[in-house]
């Protein structure tokens, strides 16, 4: 494995062939490059931890394709432990474990990730790891891709057995309702070696992805009780992440994606019910819109169509005959006058799309791709030309980046007896630990409350 130096990715080194570390000078200028991330390099104290765990998610991914998806899933592929010992070039020897293999790679299949695209992001050759610094207490800790992409989420080892206790169900979901707000995991691995403790990491998606953008980012959970956050840290290069509190005076305009989103939000929030959990998160992200972002060129509506139907699945072969000839070649594309005409001879077959400044318009068969049910059931939406489609929508003045967290916390004795405790404390129950059937609908009505739009 490619050493890593403090330059972003090229090796670094002395005249003698050392590598030098960083100096703080550098590391500040890359602080304020950066913003809420810092960069992994030979001076942070999870830099060797982080080297093993990409080496052994290369040689899972690069030596064992018989891990990879699967077209059929069986119980012993949700209990596989992948477990191999692996040694770095220094010498030092370590346990990696991946969990689950096949199951996760068949989930990031079904939400159109490649294995080539997932190993070059999460476990490339030669460029650092971030770490994201934030005003979370919740003890873990949150890694980066270069691209930050991908988030590498350290846990404790209750919350991964219990996310594998419903990890079927959550792929089910997933399959039932390809658009979920629900973030994707897309691996679960652990490492044991000396010098630390064993170790366990998520790999997800991340929410707020692009980053560059984003104004403002919330964190919901739909109660008011020790929920407010202090808007600008004392340490700058910290991400603040503003609670309930602060949401009071906020709303969430969605514009014609409102009814979509609703139906989104009680769906998976019942998925979370019915498996148990609560105290999990909407996160919202925002900055206002672009003019580019708006005006979409009728070629690109094939691309969402298709990206829209990408994820499990597709659209069926007859209806990408059908979209591909109601559109005009690249010719006429480039030609505003050809461009405005069939435009018009769109707008007279189909029905209009009131997207946000939309001027093309939808097809009724993908209103209804041949199954007069499978849009509702599916409750799919045309997805953005964008990057993190799944978690963006672009509202009437911001593009949304939307997605439910942390949702690992099961009401067991201890949430129970905390119920109690933080009842009197407060005398009151508007807070974070109450039972998963009442947590859901709390959660939706209090998001509902602060959703505009048209239905």
């Known amino acids: 494995m490619s050493k890593v130096g403090p330059s972003g990715g090229k090796k670094v080194g002395s005249s003698d062939g050392k590598p030098r570390r960083s100096n703080a000078w550098v590391r500040l200028r890359k602080h304020l490059n950066r ?25 899972l991914m690069l030596n064992h394709k018989e891990l990879g998806p699967k077209r059929e899933l069986a119980q012993e592929d949700y209990n596989h432990l992948f477990i191999k010992e692996l040694e770095t070039k220094s010498g030092r ?9 096949a199951v996760f790679a068949s989930l990031r299949q079904a939400v159109s990730v490649t294995e080539d695209h997932y190993l070059n992001a999460i476990a490339p050759h030669d460029l650092p790891y971030m770490e994201f ?7 873990q800790d949150f890694y980066l891709s ?104 906020e709303t969430v305009d969605l514009g014609v994606q409102k009814g979509w989103f609703l139906r989104q939000l009680q769906i998976d929030a019942d998925f979370l019910r019915q498996v148990g959990v609560q105290d999990y998160s909407l996160l919202i992200g925002r900055h206002k819109i672009s003019s580019s972002e708006v005006k ?82 599916s409750n799919r939406r045309l997805l953005l030309n964008c990057k993190n489609p799944l978690h963006v929508i672009n509202g009437s003045e911001y593009r949304y980046y939307l997605g439910i967290v942390d949702f690992f916390t099961q009401y067991e004795c201890r949430q129970q007896l905390g119920r109690v405790l933080k009842t009197l404390k ?30």
């Open 35 to 59: 913003k809420g991330v810092v960069e992994v390099d030979m001076d942070h104290h999870r830099f060797k931890m982080l080297n093993m765990l990409r080496k052994g998610i290369q040689d």
């Open 93 to 101: 020897k370590f346990t990696f474990t991946s969990h689950s293999s």
């Open 133 to 139: 610094m934030s005003n979370s207490r919740s003890g």
């Open 146 to 249: 270069n691209d930050q992409e991908y988030i590498l989420k350290t846990d404790k080892t209750h919350n991964i057995d219990i996310f594998k206790s419903f990890l079927s169900e959550y792929l089910d979901h997933f399959q039932l309702y390809p658009h979920s707000l629900i973030v994707k995991f897309l691996g679960v691995y652990s490492l044991e070696g000396p010098g630390f403790p064993k170790t366990h990491f998520l790999a997800m998606q991340n929410i707020f992805y692009p980053p560059q953008r984003i104004e403002t980012r919330f964190d919901i959970k739909g109660c008011l009780k020790n929920r407010y956050q202090k808007p600008n840290s004392s340490d700058k290069n910290i991400l603040t992440i503003l609670k309930d509190v602060n949401f009071l005076d």
């Open 296 to 377: 979409d060129s009728v070629s690109d509506v094939f691309i969402r169509v298709k990206r829209s139907y990408a994820i499990t699945g597709g659209l069926p072969k007859h209806t990408l005959e059908n979209l591909s000839a109601d559109l005009p070649e690249e010719s006429d594309r480039d030609n505003p006058q050809n461009s405005s005409s069939m435009q018009i001879e769109m707008a007279q077959r189909k029905t209009s799309y009131q997207g946000h400044k939309s001027i093309y318009t939808v097809p009724d068969f993908l209103k209804d791709p041949g199954n007069g049910s499978f849009q509702q059931t």
């Open 426 to 455: 407060y005398r009151s129950t508007d807070h974070s630990t109450v039972p998963p059937d009442v947590y859901s609908e709390r959660f939706v009505k209090f998001i509902t409350e602060k959703t505009m739009g048209s239905v």
